[in-house]
């Protein structure tokens, strides 16, 4: 069971459940098809992303296996909501678990990314006590993959033309890392 202390706090952001006040700053993003573009959802209209958000706000915690942890990330600085970060308690026997995240444009190539995802690694080894976890994206996705890597995680995996996805067929990559190897960040 994860039920974070928040705000969680990194050196530039908070981590925080979401609220229906964020419905403006997620729908910024969440609307943009290159945003969309490698996820399993298409660019959304205000009204799905207001449904979204609802899904959201009730995932402030991990009381169960397969539940879902959703965390909004804010800057610090200005208090913009700049990213969207999940983690899936997938096997709570094995110890597995699977991040997830999204973040606006406006603010890659900064290390933000990179900072909220350890944050959420660290909840899941050293709060919930996952052996594993692991993060899937498709294999165009570079931006993805280059975070997976700059946390540390290894490519396990590359399935060829494994799905259908948005009309094509796409290759995936599966990254993961183990308690064992996780050094949080110094």
Request: hydrophobic share 40%.
């Amino acid at each position: 069971m994860l039920k974070p202390p928040y705000p969680l706090e990194t050196p530039r952001l908070l981590l925080r459940p979401f609220t229906m006040d964020d419905l403006d700053e997620l729908h910024a993003f969440h609307s943009r098809p290159d945003v969309a573009r490698y996820l399993y959802w298409d660019a959304r209209t205000r009204d799905e992303t207001e449904e979204a958000l609802g899904t959201k706000i009730g995932r402030a915690e991990l009381l169960e296996d397969g539940d879902v942890l959703s965390v909004a990330v804010e800057l610090r600085e200005t208090g913009a909501l700049i990213g969207d970060l999940s983690l899936f308690w997938r096997d709570a026997e094995h110890g597995q678990g699977e991040i997830g995240f999204v973040f606006h444009p406006a603010y890659q190539g900064r290390g933000l990314a990179t900072e909220a995802s350890r944050e959420i690694l660290r909840l899941g080894f050293d709060v919930l006590g996952l052996h594993r976890v692991y993060g899937r994206c498709d294999a165009r996705n570079t931006p993805s993959a280059r975070l997976m890597e700059r946390l540390g995680m290894r490519r396990e995996a590359h399935f060829v033309e494994n799905e259908m996805f948005k009309g094509e067929w796409s290759d995936e990559f599966v990254y993961a890392i183990l308690q064992k190897e996780w050094k949080p960040a110094a």
